[in-house]
């Protein structure tokens, strides 16, 4: 029987079949369980107009439940032959069921298979994110906590400039994380609407009940122009893409920050000994390896909207095959920044800070700001008070005050750390998973 969907009475040339699947094979196994569960909502929707017999459909939905199960638990392939998991799991109903098994594909392309499945993969992996995300909040806020009261120097140009605390350097990044959890969120939103019976992009002449298959899923609504369904295609996975560049952008910066701090130069936080690595040579280094590679692979994310952008900017309406090639940057991106969260959350939670870092003179000239305020708030005009302690930090004889009032709203007196929690958990609770894990639970049983 022919393995490609669209087979029909000649062969295609074995080379220019290798270079238009390319990884399809590989990256279509992240795609198997989606794809099962698109195809349950769409036999259950063409049974219920007639497209399918009731014995028919029990029969079908047994067997791609036991498909399901073979995907959770890591077994499902794709033979070797078969184009692309749509193929492969059409095989395994034709196989088991005869061409029963080939009814599943009325009033569907592959167009709108993969949108689906991409759609249901994305916002899977989107909740992963978000459970990552939220547990590097966490540490940080515990650890804004923990150290609210312990100073360390603030920098601009790469200079000492004003006091600052380990509250607020923790603290800054929680509430950095809060911020792209909102693109998240939007991302979310975009993705979590149904393409299915929108077909090559142009519908179909079935009378497809397209809202059933948004419900039987658990997709907000619908993409409901069939021809921007197919053109969704690309920018759903640049806008997700932007989402996840926003979160790698916070955790890079938070690296180069934890590898300064970490150098001896600084001195300011020790990270833990598994967390760092040897030299062949020189038996004193700690390297802050994973920082290192943590910055690298949030850059490379950080670049991932940009590449999906450069294959789709220029393509005209309707589905062309270099939307293909979207996949293979994309699929893969989600694990690697998972994996970027999980490290941070676990270095950061073993991180320990220098409590002690201003007893060094050297900083005492962070604390010209506070004098000159402190000036300023008995009287003398603001200008008068920068000269003033200018004048003595020239000539040495300036004397730090250690002893910071800071009251304001954000600042190191009051860290809002009440505030930024309540910011990440509305917006946390505005993604209403659980309508989509009901719908697939409910699929399944």
Not at 241 to 249: E, I, M, N, P, R
Not at 304 to 310: D, G, K, T
Request: charged share 25%; with cysteine; net charge negative.
């Amino acid at each position: 029987m022919a393995n490609k969907l669209w087979e029909k009475n000649f062969e295609v040339n074995k080379e220019i079949e290798r270079f238009t699947v390319g990884r399809d094979r590989e990256l279509d196994l992240y795609l198997a369980k989606y794809d099962v569960l698109g195809s349950i909502a769409h036999i259950t929707m063409l049974e219920s107009i007639g497209l399918l017999g009731a014995e028919e459909l029990r029969q079908l939905l047994a067997e791609l439940k036991a498909i399901y199960r073979l995907a959770e638990r890591g077994e499902f392939v794709i033979e070797d032959g078969v184009e692309d998991v749509h193929s492969q799991v059409e095989l395994l109903l034709t196989r088991k069921l005869g061409d029963m098994g080939k009814k599943i594909h009325s009033g569907r392309s592959r167009n709108d298979q993969v949108l689906v499945d991409l759609k249901l993969f994305t916002r899977h992996e989107l909740k992963d994110v978000v459970d990552a995300v939220k547990v590097l909040f966490d540490e940080l806020q515990h650890k804004s906590e923990q150290y609210r009261h312990v100073l360390m120097p603030g920098y601009t140009h790469l200079q000492i400039a004003m006091p600052s605390s380990f509250g607020l350097w923790f603290g800054a990044y929680a509430e950095s994380l809060a911020d792209d959890m909102l693109f998240i969120q939007a991302a979310y939103r975009l993705t979590n609407r149904n393409p299915l019976g929108s077909a090559a992009g142009y519908g179909s002449s079935f009378p497809l009940d397209r809202g059933m298959t948004t419900r039987l899923l658990g997709f907000d609504s619908m993409d409901y122009n069939v021809v921007y369904a197919q053109m969704g295609r690309g920018k759903m996975e640049r806008n997700v893409a932007f989402a996840l560049a926003s979160v790698a952008g916070t955790m890079a910066k938070m690296a180069f920050d934890a590898c300064l701090f970490n150098c001896q130069n600084f001195g300011f936080i020790s990270l833990p000994k598994e967390c760092t690595t040897g030299s062949s040579i020189m038996p004193h280094k700690k390297n802050p390896d994973v920082f290192e590679l943590i910055r690298a692979k949030c850059n490379k994310i950080q670049s991932l909207p940009e590449q999906i952008m450069m294959v789709m900017n220029n393509l005209p309406v309707g589905y062309f095959r270099d939307l293909q090639i979207i996949k293979e940057m994309f699929l893969p991106a989600f694990g690697e920044l998972k994996d970027c969260l999980q490290m941070t959350s676990y270095i950061v939670n073993r991180m320990e800070v220098n409590e002690h870092i201003l007893d060094n003179a050297m900083y005492d000239p962070i604390f010209s700001v506070e004098e000159v305020n402190r000036l300023a708030a008995a009287g003398m005009p603001f200008r008068d008070a920068y000269r003033q302690v200018g004048l003595q930090i020239e000539a040495g004889t300036f004397k730090a005050d250690h002893n910071l009032h800071h009251t304001h709203e954000g600042s190191m007196g009051r860290l809002c750390t009440d505030e930024i929690r309540e910011l990440m958990d509305r917006t946390i609770a505005g993604f209403h998973f659980e309508r989509m894990e009901q719908a697939e639970k409910d699929l399944l049983a």
